[in-house]
């Protein structure tokens, strides 16, 4: 099983620290959601990885190897930096071609990426005539061509309609599943949560957070209860006993902060109140991560003036 490791990783460009004394490991067989606003250095993170950019101190490793050490690369590392990065020129065919046979990957391996990637049917056209999310699919069929054990995707939802969004989502996954180490930035959130069993936060070149995605939420976004019951009054009595307060709002519902959903359960049925809803309004991770990454923000708008 191979892991990509990140031990005390530096890259100054300049006098800017674009990555600073990073350490962090991407285990296999789950999925790994690579988050920070814009300018924490996860781009930077990756080429480092690749080896596209000498690191100013520190290592990152895959299998325990440099990048520039491996022999056939693309056997071991699959990777989507940049959807424009295929030459316009070429058909979809022939820039996997090429990439196959610098990598002695055999030839069935063209029919089975472009297949699995949706792009068979514009396989023969020119790359230039391709909107945003062919070129992405592209990307991906590059990255997935040699079989490898380690997929890392920089924003590889980017252009995609609806369709191709659920159909990252469900490759990601079973990527993730097949055992496979999987790394994926994103800026979408709601994505993200749909697909990272995992989390690294970077913020200013720093590593913000390295952990499971259920407890990055729960750890910043308090657990609501929404309930709707047409005896408020008996509601309201019931969670008071227990030290519950609830906000009714116009849509009939009334929300219970601080509180979990089983609790409330048990409180509403030991007291008898009759409930026509009940459910865990849980966290988001989009909550959690502004919520981390308020101080860590590089750009953000300020008000304009009147
Ligand atoms: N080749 C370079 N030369 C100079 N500065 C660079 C270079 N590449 C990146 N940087 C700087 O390093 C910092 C990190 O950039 P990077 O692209 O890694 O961030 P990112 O987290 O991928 O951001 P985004 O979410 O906007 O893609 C930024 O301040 C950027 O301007």
């Not at 890259?11 to 790994?32: C, I, M, N, Q, S």
């Not at 606003?37 to 690749?50: D, E, F, I």
């Not at 995605?213 to 308090?222: K, L, N, S, T, Y």
């Not at 009595?237 to 009939?252: K, M, S, T, W």
């Amino acid at each position: 099983m191979t892991s990509i490791d990140v031990q005390s990783l530096t890259k100054e460009y300049g006098t800017r620290r674009a990555v600073d004394d990073l350490t962090f490991t991407v285990r296999p067989g789950r999925v790994t959601g690579f988050l920070g606003p814009n300018g924490a250095g996860k781009s930077t993170t990756m080429r480092l990885v690749l080896g596209l950019d000498r690191p100013t101190s520190g290592t990152a490793t895959v299998g325990g190897r440099s990048y520039t050490a491996l022999q056939e690369p693309l056997r071991h590392v699959g990777a989507l930096l940049d959807a424009h990065a295929a030459h316009g020129s070429r058909t979809a065919r022939d820039h996997l071609r090429v990439l196959a046979a610098s990598n002695r990957l055999p030839a069935r391996r063209i029919d089975e990426v472009l297949e699995e990637t949706g792009i068979a049917s514009v396989a023969r056209r020119r790359v230039k005539t391709y909107s945003l999310g062919m070129r992405q699919r592209l990307g991906i069929a590059s990255a997935l061509l040699g079989d490898p054990e380690v997929v890392m995707l920089d924003e590889p939802s980017n252009g995609l309609d609806p369709e191709g969004i659920i159909w990252i989502r469900e490759l990601l996954r079973r990527l993730a599943a097949e055992g496979r180490t999987v790394l994926v930035s994103s800026h979408l959130m709601n994505e993200t949560a749909s697909f990272a069993d995992h989390l690294v936060v970077l913020g200013r070149g720093r590593l913000l957070a390295d952990t499971p995605m259920r407890e990055f939420i729960d750890a910043r976004v308090r657990p609501r209860v929404r309930v709707r019951t047409p005896d408020a009054t008996a509601l309201k009595a019931a969670l008071a006993r227990h030290g519950h307060d609830a906000v009714e709002h116009d849509d009939g519902y009334w929300t219970v902060h601080h509180a979990r959903v089983d609790d409330v359960g048990r409180i509403v049925s030991g007291a008898g109140v009759p409930v026509l809803e009940l459910a865990a309004d849980e966290g988001t991770l989009e909550q959690a991560y502004l919520d981390l990454t308020a101080t860590e923000t590089e750009f953000t708008a300020q008000p304009q003036e009147a």
